[in-house]
């Protein structure tokens, strides 16, 4: 079981980076177009010179400080009750009559 472990290291590492790929939007793409990126990750995947060339150059970089890729805003988590909008839209929706917020009974 253990000489197959290389095989499938490879393997689970080709694929990861071919999805990754395919889930990076075009315009965060680095150096070479989407479509080459994935071709390249594919006919080198084996020998991992396509997987690695991907994480080391054509993946976009993470936010300095940041864990993975956040979108919006200054890149911080925030959360429900501390959202203003979120806290907007309850306000919202409270003000709505016979909306879910409207306790008439």
């Known amino acids: 079981m253990l000489r ?3 095989f499938l290291l490879v393997l689970a590492l080709w ?8 889930n ?6 680095r150096k070479l177009p989407k479509t080459a990126w994935v071709i390249i990750i594919l006919l080198f995947g084996e020998v991992l010179l ?3 060339a991907w994480f080391a150059v054509g993946r976009p970089r993470a936010a300095a400080g940041a864990p ?3 979108a919006g805003g200054d ?6 009750d501390d959202n203003p909008d979120f806290l907007r839209s309850l306000d919202k929706d409270r003000g709505k009559p016979g909306g879910e917020g409207d306790e008439r009974a």
């Open 75 to 80: 890149g911080r988590w925030v959360a429900p």
């Open 15 to 22: 694929i990861y980076a071919f999805i990754d790929c395919l």
């Open 68 to 70: 993975g890729r956040r």
């Open 24 to 29: 990076t939007p075009e315009k965060e793409v």
């Open 50 to 52: 396509g997987p690695i």
């Open 4 to 6: 197959y472990l290389p």
